[in-house]
Every structure is written in structure tokens, then in C-alpha cells.
């Protein structure tokens, strides 16, 4: 063999690496961008851990609730990881430029490929459906104002990518099995092909060179396509893919209803009701250590797991089209929630970026420049955001953490809940009534 | 039997200074909450169920001035501070008394002291009075008559921190069919149950501006069924499905109620 026979794969290895490395790039910037939020335990119960990831990532059992989009959704995602054992057979052929490499497997590889087709073809027309819900039925959590611009653009183009990978695979199938009847050299006789047979028909007439042509675009592009959607993930919705496992491992495990208690004031008020403290002795930590901000007014006040929360959600909405508020027409979304923490998790490491790796304050925060204290104040914490996520994202957290900030830093609590704050304080009820009279009630 | 007859019925209520002053312990702690102690509804709530306790001779005690909001519905506002102040404070009330077992009608007290308490020094078997009237249902401590609701129709409003917050929603369902009621379930119920509106601490403020109350949605949800009454197991639903109602106009044919009330009223 000459030299000059190597270049395909040498491009391909290239590529290969190209896409891989820059990706591996994103991952480590989405790790440090993650790492930005404060630290939380989430290391007890390991086993109930993985059955959740199990059960909500891999079974999909969520998804299901809404079981048009439900059953969709399975296809298209049965079909994204079964179709990349396929992915797999193409990366060896680059690099070792052999041609299906796996057909030695004989009646089983004819399976696997039939299977791959099948699930293609279905992956088209789920395709198409989502296409149908996003543009033509125009499903109202699809229109929210939070939806408007990229992310609307970004769930399109998801679809466009899906529906061209798809097509060139087939494509790339059908020209095989065109050069296999037409016992063209190096087309070893390997695999079914139940879908792409009928587009073969399209190829008949058409010489053994057109066809090696069409064979092999449709094969690079389909393997640069898949690399440069991989790409894709970091910039898009679709980040979903990968972070649905760990954020299903690490979401709540306690009843919806358990709001973390804040180990900092719980310090506070221990030493407040602890009749032998000394209230003028001097603060036993380092001093020049800042004391911790109650609450969050911006996204490295928030735990990491909130932050991996913000990047792993999928714009579906189905968490504001539960939103009782939302539904009675409050600006809050849960949704824009998520997106608004991603987008400024995503400023702030892009200013971490531009300033050799130190963040400098840029005058803005998560808190009234993304989201406004009437959102905040409109949730009624009834956790059917929670309840409604597939992936157990929880944006009634960050509403909480950030009500924090604005009660305990800035008090600056809607005029009516500090009435009925300082009731509680001064007569352990929030209305307005002595403690004394609590057992009325009986005699009345 | 109306509600009436339980306001004229005597009620035997002590509080665990007394069940102290004679050295015994009471079965359990009704705690009352804030809502149960001072508003004039719930204050109804809090008779009838101490109604059941009574007629099953069950031998419970209150706080009485001792109590105190568990602040819930200041964590929820985010003020921190003052929920644990409230917390403690309750903590060390509860623990003085070495309480073992509480229940309440107010699925917010139940959550904060079933699932924010412990972490703070206070652990208890906390249990909503729907699952306790269900438990004495089932120890046959409780026998009810079962004709006042026969047939009637009747839907379940599942309040947010006792349905989706801790996933009790088959005790009060369980407890309306003894009274031979029939339940019409609301399109959206159980995990999907929406909201009344009043969570979160929106009880005590004015909504933010929109195009509807959430309480005249959720009221919407519960008249499609049909009914002829609307069984909450929370005090600040009740409030909420009753001002919907009124909204609705419907206040004169459709009654809500707590499910406690369904119970002492079948007694």
C-alpha cells in the first residue's frame, strides 16, 4: 500500500481526535463551572441513588407521564444509544479503514443492522412528530416568552441534526446494499437492510464509482455530523443526554416537602438560646474569614447541584405548565428559572474565562438582572415543578435559597409577610392574637 | 349531625401541663397550629376532630400556650432565623415533655415536624389526622354510621404538603369512603393536584398581578366534578376552595369541608 492510501484514515484521526478533544475541553469547563456553587453532601444512600438514576434516567419512567411525548421520546433516545454501537463498528473502519469491520458476526450482525435501521426509520418519524408539536400544533409550553429566540431556534435545529444524521445513515446503507448486489469489490455481503432497501431503489442504474461516491459521503458526513453534534451538547438543551444520569443520582431523596434547614443561622440560633454563651466573646474562627451570605443572590450562592440542575434541564416546560402560578398567568416560570441560572452560570465562567481564571464582579447577579423578585414572590412552593420534572430537577430550590437573600440579607420581603413575620416573632402566630388565648378554641 | 351539634358538644381537651402535673403520659399530642387556634374555620377543624379523639377515647393532650407557630410558613418566606428560633423554642417544649407521637390537621405543621425537625434536634412520629382517623378506624376504635354522606358526591382536594410533599394520599380517600360517599375524583389529582394558593406563604400576602386567583382555578377543577361537597384535609385550602366557591357563586349548594368534620359529623 502507498502512502497516499493511509489519508483517509490520517483525516479521520484527525477528526476524531479534533472532536473528542474539544469536547473533553467543554466537559472541563462544565465541571469547573458546575464546582463554582458551594459544596453539599449528597453522599448517603448509594443504593437508592442508583435506582433512581436507574429508574428515571435509564427506564424513563417520568417521561412517560405525558405518554405521547413520553413514548416519542423513548424511541428517539432507544434509537440514540442502541444506533451509536454502530458508531463504534464506523470509528474502527476510519482508523483501522477497513469496511464493517463487525460483519464476521454473520446472522447476528444482520440483526443488529435490521434493528439499527428499524429504530432509524422510527427515529425519523418521532422526529417529525416533535417537529409537528414545536411548530405546526404550537403546544402552549412550547410559546412561553422564555422560549422565544435561541431556544426555540436550539430545539429546531436538535430536530434538524437528528432528522440529517438519520437520513445519511440510511443513506449510507442503502448504497452499501446497492454495491453489495452489485458484488462490487471491498462491499463485503454483511447486514439487513428492511429500510434503506426501498431508498436503494432510488440508486438502481447508477454505476459502481457514483455509488462508492454516495456510499462514502453519506459515511463521512454521518461520522462528522455525529462528532460535531457532540459538540453541539455543550452549547444546547440537549446537554440532557449526558447529565440526566448524574442529576437523577443526585437529586432529592427526602419528601418533596423537606427544605434544607441552613447549618449556618442553625449555628446562630444555637448560640442565641444558649443561656451560657458569652454574647461579647470574641468569634472563635479566623476572622478574616467573610461570614457566609444567607441565601443566594447569584449562582455561586447556590450548591452545585442546583448549578448541575441549570444545565441539565431540557426546556420540555413541563414544570411551568404545572406552575400554579404560571397557569394563572404570574410571570413566574419554573423553566425560566433553570435557564436564566444557566445563562448566568455561563456568563460568569466565560468572565473566568476572559480573566485568566478569576471571576471579576461584572455588576450583575442572578437576582433582579435574570430573575425579578415578582417571580420569586409568586411561587406558592406547592412542588408540582418538581413532581412534573423527568429528570429530577428542583427549581423550587432556587427560589427558596434566593427568597433567603432577600429576607435575611436585604429584608425586603413583601410588606404583608413581614406583618405577619414579626407577628410570629412577637406572638408565635402570624396573626395579630395572644398566645395565651391558644386553647380558646375548646370553649367556644 | 351538623356542625352545630360538635360546637354543642362538650369537648375533653387537656393539656400535657396537666397530663405532667399527674405524671402520665398521653397517647399522643394533638398539635393544634396557629390556624387551628385562631381562625375562626379552622377552629371548627380542630373541634371536630377533637370530637373523634374523644368518641374513640383516645387519650391525647395539647400544648395549649405553650404552642407555637412551628414556623413553616416564615422558612417558606426564607426567613430562616426565625423558623429555627420557632423551631428550638417548639423543640425544646416538645422534648421537656419527651413527646413520642404527634398529630395535627395541618398538613404544614405535619410536614415541617415530621421533616424539618429532626435535623434540629427534634424527632418525632408525626402523622397527619387523616392516617390517625384512619388508624382508629382500623383498631375499630372508631365506628361510624355512615348514612349523613351515603351517596353523596364528594372530591378531594389533595393539599400540596401532604399529597406531593410527603405522599399521603390514600388515608383521607380511605377515611371519606367509610362514610359511604361516593368520591369524584378531580381531572388533576393526587400528584398532579393543583395547588389552592395558598402555599408558600402566599396565604398572608396578596398574589402577584395575573389573570386569575390560583383558589378560583383550583375551585374550577373541583366543580367539573360535580359535587356536592369539597373535602380538604387543610386548614388553608379550606379557606381557599371556600372563597372560591363564593367566587363561583356556588356557596349555596356546594359545602367544604374538612375531611375531620365528614368524620365527627358520621359519628
Known sequence: MSMTSYIPNIVFAILLSLGIGYFVKNVKKLTRNIK????????????QRWKNMARIALGQTKMVVRPIAGIMHIIVYVGFVIINIEVLEIIIDGILGTHRVFAPLGSIYDFLIGSFEIL?????????????????IRLKRFFKPE???????????????????????LTMNAADFQLQQLDAPHYVKAGAFPISQYIALLFQGLSIPTLILVERVAWWLHIVGILAFLNYLYYSKHLHILLAFPNTYYGKLKPQGAFSNVQSVTNEVKLMMDPSADPFAAPAEDDSAEPEKF??????????????????????GRCTSECPANQTGKKLSPRKIMMDTRDRLEEVGKNIDANKGKFVPDGKQLLDNYITKEELWACTTCNACVQACPISIDPLSIIVEMRRFLVMEQSAAPMELNNMMSNI???????????????????? | MNNMEIMAEVLQVRTM????????????????????SYDDRAKKISRAFVKILNRAKVDFAVLGPEESCTGDVAKRAGNEFLFQMQAMMNIEVLNGYEIKRIVTCDPHSFNTLKNEYPSLGGSYDVVHHTQYIKELIDAKRLTLEGQVYKEKRITFHDPCYLGRANSVYDAPRDIIKKTNANIVEMKRHKKTALCCGAGGAQMFKEPEKGDMDINILRTKDALETNPNIIATGCPYCNTMMTDGIKAHEKEDTIQVLDVAELIANSL
Open chain 1, 36 to 47: 463554582l456553587g458551594r459544596d453539599v453532601d449528597v453522599s448517603d444512600n448509594k443504593p
Open chain 1, 120 to 136: 432509524a426509520f422510527l427515529v425519523v418519524v418521532a422526529v417529525v412528530v416533535f417537529w409537528v408539536r414545536r411548530n405546526t
Open chain 1, 147 to 169: 422560549m422565544e429566540g435561541w431556544p426555540k431556534k436550539d430545539g429546531n435545529l436538535i430536530l434538524y441534526i437528528e432528522l440529517v444524521l438519520m437520513g445519511l445513515f
Open chain 1, 295 to 316: 441565601g443566594a443572590s447569584d449562582v455561586m450562592d447556590l450548591n452545585w447541584v442546583q448549578l448541575l440542575n441549570a444545565y441539565t434541564c431540557t426546556e420540555c
Open chain 1, 425 to 444: 416573632e412577637n406572638n408565635g402566630a402570624p396573626w395579630p392574637y395572644n398566645q395565651m388565648d391558644r386553647l380558646n378554641w375548646v370553649n367556644e
Open chain 2, 17 to 36: 401541663e396537666e397530663f405532667m402535673a399527674q405524671g402520665i403520659q398521653p397517647e399522643i399530642l394533638f398539635w393544634v397550629g396557629s390556624a387551628g
